[in-house]
């Protein structure tokens, strides 16, 4: 069964720092993009940031409202994915979802076309 | 950033009547070289982590009952569920990949009348 499953969250105070991890299995990680999808309690969906697989470098992209405080990084060999989050304020309160990227061949060109595998999220509560 | 506008941002629709979600980004998501739309659709069930409907703005994921179809090109989109079952309650979120910075719409409430 293809599956992620999130952990590290809870409670932290404002300037404070988490990490959270996401364990797959059921795929093979290594040929994935990962991303991090946050909602915020009662609000909608937020792109995080990703994580690229080793052929392109495990270069990372991030939203503009986490640039410089969070950074993604993955391990291959125990199939998972982490996001270290620092400088954290109170508009950073979410569930935090760890996501696959899907893609498929066309043309020879592997294009990617949103996010297909989700994990159950893991709540990040930033107050004092 | 593309920006996504969904309308309306709640929607009441009977038992297996027509519901329809429109979708608007701030600049086109149609890719030229390859003729795709770079545009997805999410459905999220309270208490639950966001489901891929269809990508490409109009292709279907595997398993997804075919009352739902998303059609549309260029800067507007839209997801229609052809005859609304109890089961399809939830939030429905677009989402452009046109960008690598992902953005999605606000979100659509979609409610039994």
Same mark, same amino acid.
């Given at each position: 069964?293809?599956?992620?499953v999130e952990s590290g969250g809870g409670l932290v105070q404002p300037g404070g720092s988490l990490r959270l991890s996401c364990a797959a299995s059921g795929?093979?990680?290594?040929?994935?993009?990962?991303?991090?999808?946050?909602?915020?309690?009662?609000?909608?969906?937020?792109?995080?940031?990703?994580?690229?697989?080793?052929?392109?470098?495990?270069a990372t992209e991030y939203a503009a409202s986490v640039i410089g405080r969070f950074t993604i990084s993955r391990d291959d060999s125990k199939n998972s994915? =982490?996001?270290? @989050?620092?400088g954290l304020n109170t508009e950073d309160t979410a569930v935090y979802y760890c996501a696959r990227e899907a893609g498929e061949w066309l043309d020879r060109?592997?294009? =990617?076309?949103? @996010?297909?595998?989700?994990?159950?999220?893991?709540?990040?509560?930033?107050?004092? | 950033?593309?920006?996504?506008?969904?309308?309306?941002?709640?929607?009441?629709?009977?038992?297996?009547?027509?519901?329809?979600?429109?979708?608007?980004?701030?600049?086109?998501?149609?890719?030229?070289?390859?003729?795709?739309?770079?545009?997805?659709?999410?459905?999220?069930?309270?208490?639950?982590?966001?489901?891929?409907?269809?990508?490409?703005?109009?292709?279907?994921?595997?398993?997804?009952?075919?009352?739902?179809?998303?059609?549309?090109?260029?800067?507007?989109?839209?997801?229609?569920?052809?005859?609304?079952?109890?089961?399809?309650?939830?939030?429905?979120?677009?989402?452009?990949?046109?960008?690598?910075?992902?953005?999605?719409?606000?979100?659509?409430?979609?409610?039994?009348?």
């Amino acid at each position: 069964e293809v599956q992620l499953v999130e952990s590290g969250g809870g409670l932290v105070q404002p300037g404070g720092s988490l990490r959270l991890s996401c364990a797959a299995s059921g795929f093979t990680f290594s040929d994935h993009y990962m991303d991090w999808v946050r909602q915020a309690p009662g609000k909608g969906l937020e792109w995080v940031g990703r994580s690229k697989t080793g052929a392109n470098s495990y270069a990372t992209e991030y939203a503009a409202s986490v640039i410089g405080r969070f950074t993604i990084s993955r391990d291959d060999s125990k199939n998972s994915l =982490y996001l270290q @989050m620092n400088g954290l304020n109170t508009e950073d309160t979410a569930v935090y979802y760890c996501a696959r990227e899907a893609g498929e061949w066309l043309d020879r060109h592997y294009y =990617y076309y949103g @996010m297909d595998v989700w994990g159950q999220g893991t709540t990040v509560t930033v107050s004092s | 950033d593309i920006v996504m506008t969904q309308s309306p941002d709640s929607l009441a629709v009977s038992l297996g009547e027509r519901a329809t979600i429109n979708c608007k980004s701030s600049q086109s998501v149609l890719y030229s070289s390859n003729n795709k739309n770079y545009l997805a659709w999410y459905q999220q069930k309270p208490g639950q982590p966001p489901k891929l409907l269809i990508y490409w703005a109009s292709t279907r994921e595997s398993g997804v009952p075919d009352r739902f179809s998303g059609s549309g090109s260029g800067t507007d989109f839209t997801l229609t569920i052809s005859s609304l079952q109890t089961e399809d309650v939830a939030v429905y979120y677009c989402q452009q990949y046109y960008s690598t910075l992902y953005t999605f719409g606000q979100g659509t409430k979609l409610e039994i009348k």
